[in-house]
T-cell receptor
Framework: NAGVTQTPKFRVLKTGQSMTLLCAQDMNHEYMYWYRQDPGMGLRLIHYSVGEGTTAKGEVPDGYNVSRLKKQNFLLGLESAAPSQTSVYFC???????????FGPGTRLTVL | GEDVEQSLFLSVREGDSSVINCTYTDSSSTYLYWYKQEPGAGLQLLTYIFSNMDMKQDQRLTVLLNKKDKHLSLRIADTQTGDSAIYFCAESPPRGGYNKLIFGAGTRLAVHP
């Protein structure tokens, strides 16, 4: 049982490039989330999903897209990366009604 | 608005107790959480408290909740160097229905000999 895993762990992009971050969970959780963490700030919710095939916007969705084609995977896409998207990205998942979210180890993204 | 506030830094001597404080805004939050983040790692749930409780103890950890003042604290007894990390307070407002977590900016705990 690996829990929540994220790929890649690190990435450096140039402005305007695109990339996809992958989150996978093997706990059969319905809900999945993408957060970003910036220095001196708490985690902020980008997008979330309450089930396969559904996604919704969080607090800071601009510049990102997501897809949940399979229950175990939640993808976060950057179509045209900007330096303001330099951050650490965390994925999380949970069961509906459960009292906590389980977090992945994070992806550190730098946009030059 | 939604805002969880914490002091940014705390330094304690090994063996002393650490107290990390947090204030939150939504009095209807069902659960309040403490997460720990070690360098280069994700967030790990340390403990949580249900809103109808005043106190919860779990080994070296004691959580105190003052609902009137919307104040949450985490006490770590006999603090060790392995406790050095960033500690995040989070609230879970009931609106939204998807367990939206509102995080504070985190308190960096430094433990020195």
């Amino acid at each position: 049982n690996a829990g929540v895993t994220q790929t890649p762990k690190f990435r450096v992009l140039k402005t305007g490039q695109s990339m996809t971050l992958l989150c996978a969970q093997d706990m059969n959780h319905e809900y999945m989330y993408w957060y970003r963490q910036d220095p001196g700030m708490g985690l902020r919710l980008i997008h979330y999903s309450v089930g396969e095939g559904t996604t919704a916007k969080g607090e800071v969705p601009d510049g990102y897209n997501v897809s949940r084609l399979k229950k175990q995977n939640f993808l976060l896409g950057l179509e045209s990366a900007a330096p303001s998207q330099t951050s650490v990205y965390f994925c999380a998942s949970r069961i509906p009604g459960a009292d906590t979210q389980y977090f992945g180890p994070g992806t550190r993204l730098t946009v030059l | 608005g939604e805002d969880v506030e914490q002091s940014l830094f705390l330094s304690v001597r090994e063996g002393d107790s650490s107290v990390i404080n947090c204030t939150y805004t939504d009095s209807s939050s069902t659960y309040l959480y403490w997460y720990k983040q070690e360098p280069g790692a994700g967030l790990q749930l340390l403990t949580y408290i249900f809103s109808n409780m005043d106190m919860k103890q779990d080994q070296r950890l004691t959580v105190l909740l003052n609902k009137k003042d919307k104040h949450l604290s985490l006490r770590i007894a006999d603090t060790q160097t392995g406790d050095s990390a960033i500690y995040f307070c989070a609230e879970s407002p009931p609106r939204g229905g998807y367990n939206k977590l509102i995080f504070g900016a985190g308190t960096r705990l430094a433990v020195h000999p």
